[in-house]
């Protein structure tokens, strides 16, 4: 019975020592059109006199985007097949901390909303060369783009150090417009911005550690056990 009691006060100890926690911070970007950066500012990992014991730090950037149209118009005399690509892409940098992982690889933060079409577009039906031009057979409009996105990884222990403390770091999220024609020959391209807006969020997970005047009373507790069960 003796033994019981002991265990139990043992269990009871490492439970509270093992308490995890869970403190999230976000912060909005936008909404703009690209191409611009914004930076934001989060506070460090207080680990409160040593009673809060850092266990992972996690990133994740989202990404919305709405309006903006892409058009392609052909000015060659032929036929022409091309892939357009249109749309908003996000990325996360900082000079305060590190964003790589555990093999020193930069963290998987990129996220896009993207419109993609492979159109047919007719031989020139007529109007000015070498500029775009709408409407007509040789002509496609892509849009409007909307959607989000969503990236997340965990940042490498490695790179920790520059998260904790009582202060503040920065990290600068860039929006950049994704543009792009190929496939043919002679087209001419033309866009209207998308509005973009997002947010990072910094997930600190941690354990608790009690006070030395918690622990002193969970031994006083198991002794007083121990004295009742003699």
């Known amino acids: 019975m003796r033994r019981f ?5 043992v269990i009871g100890l490492s439970t509270v020592a093992a308490n995890a926690a869970i403190l999230t911070q976000t912060q909005n970007f936008g909404p703009n059109t690209p191409d611009y950066t914004q930076t934001l500012t989060f506070d460090q990992f207080d680990t409160m006199g040593g009673t809060r014991v850092l266990k992972g730090i996690t990133i994740t950037m989202d990404l919305t985007s709405s309006n903006g149209v892409a058009g392609a118009d052909n000015d060659s005399p032929t036929a022409q097949s091309v892939d357009i690509e249109f749309g908003v892409s996000g990325s996360l940098s900082s000079t305060d901390v590190g964003l790589i992982n555990d093999l020193l690889l930069p963290l998987s933060l990129d996220t896009s909303v993207v419109a993609m079409a492979s159109p047919n577009l007719d031989a020139n039906d007529g109007d000015a060369v070498n500029e775009y031009n709408a409407g007509g057979s040789d002509n496609f409009v892509l849009g409007p783009v ?6 997340s990884d ?6 920790w150090a520059g998260y904790i403390g009582v202060g503040t770091f920065d990290i600068d999220a860039t929006l950049d417009t994704a543009f792009n024609i190929s496939g043919g020959t002679g087209v001419s391209g033309f866009f209207t911005p998308v509005t973009a807006e997002g947010s990072v969020t910094v997930e600190y997970t941690y354990n608790i550690v009690p006070e030395p005047t918690t622990l002193a ?5 198991a002794v007083a056990l121990i004295r009742r069960r003699r």
């Open 154 to 159: 965990a940042v490498g222990m490695v790179a």
């Open 217 to 221: 009373l969970f031994g006083l507790g």
């Open 5 to 9: 009691t002991i265990a139990a006060c």
């Open 146 to 151: 909307a959607g989000g996105d969503s990236s």
